[in-house]
């Protein structure tokens, strides 16, 4: 025979063996036998301080507050969410249609945070919170976001 078999048949013959436990390890812990799910914590990813400032964000809504303005004038405001043109569907001045981050809006339906201003065959001019109190006026076309982080328009979708 050669090695290579005699080597295969050791190793066949080995694995038919029952294991043998080796002294000095333990056996393993039994399953606790139920978990109570109250005294979980909400999250294993964040700390309890972590959660509370999430959940004050969200419930905040689209506009946020920087520490400047906060020093300065508790009433100013700054878009916080990118706006993104997905597409223009136009008619008419009185008959168009504008998606804006994913949602769709007609004259006379309210667009929440920012202001439709103009709808053209191939733009949209809208007005965001900006500043002391003010707007901005931005023009967008279809693919386009509007970043207030960086008051940039850009191309496609971010």
């Known amino acids: 025979m050669s090695v290579r078999r005699l080597v295969l048949a050791a190793a066949l013959a080995f694995s038919a063996l029952p294991a043998v436990a080796q002294e000095g390890i333990a ?8 978990i109570d799910l109250q005294t979980l914590p909400a999250t294993l990813l964040l700390s309890l301080e972590d959660m509370v400032n999430v959940e004050a964000a969200i419930a905040d809504g689209p506009l946020a507050r920087t520490p ?3 020093q300065d004038d508790p009433a100013r405001f700054r878009l916080r969410d990118n706006l993104y043109v997905s597409a223009i569907v136009y008619i008419g001045p009185q008959n168009w249609t504008v998606w804006i981050n994913g949602r769709a809006l007609s004259p006379g339906t309210p667009s929440g945070v920012f202001e439709v201003l103009e709808v053209g065959p191939t733009h949209v001019r809208v007005a965001v919170p ?3 109190g003010g707007a901005r006026q931005v023009m967008l076309r279809s693919h386009q976001t509007f970043v207030p982080r960086r008051g940039d328009v850009l191309e496609g979708r971010y």
């Open 27 to 34: 056996p393993p812990a039994p399953a606790p036998a139920e």
């Open 68 to 70: 400047r303005d906060q």
């Open 130 to 132: 900006w500043g002391e």
